[in-house]
């Protein structure tokens, strides 16, 4: 049983990878769609899907009931995976193959913060400031910082995935 949750699990986490691969590389081509918000709640909403599909197929493959527990680590193994994997190929893109790319895309955010808080009426001080605090970070692709984040998404999503598993839950009525 155990068994075949991983497994649906792993092969959704690695179809997950492969899509968030390929929007991460659509995104090196274009490194204006990185400063776009719709880019980043589409991949979002992405990662959301395959996490409740899994969960869903998950109990499909388990003759339709699922505990709260399963339908949860279905979710996450499969969103863990697939963040990794993309985290995986964002590192070898602005690290190693092009990391000139990744100074290209922090000015792009930088400039685009800046035009967004000046459309939302910031004080010049506010907007210097932060133009000041990005300048001084260090690369959005240093080792650490990636890590960080993959941390924090992992956070994030796994408190959607809490909720998830709450909805996706069914117990068989025979073995209470």
Known sequence: MEKSIKSVATNYGLYLGIVLSLL????????????????GIGMLIIIIIFGIISSMKSRGALNGFI???????????????GLAISTVVS????????????????????????????????PEEAIAETVEKMEADESMFAMGKVLQSLAFQLIGYSLVGLIVALVVKKNNPDEA
Not at 25 to 33: A, E, Q, T
């Open 24 to 39: 991460t590389l659509l995104g090196y081509v274009n490194l204006d769609l990185f400063t776009k918000w719709w880019f």
């Open 67 to 81: 505990s709260y527990k399963e339908a949860f680590t279905s979710y996450f193994i499969t969103v863990a995976l």
């Open 91 to 122: 590192i070898l893109i602005f690290n190693f193959i092009d990391p000139d790319a990744a100074v290209a895309l922090k000015e792009k955010i930088l400039d685009s913060t800046v035009e967004m808080m000046r459309n939302f009426g910031a």
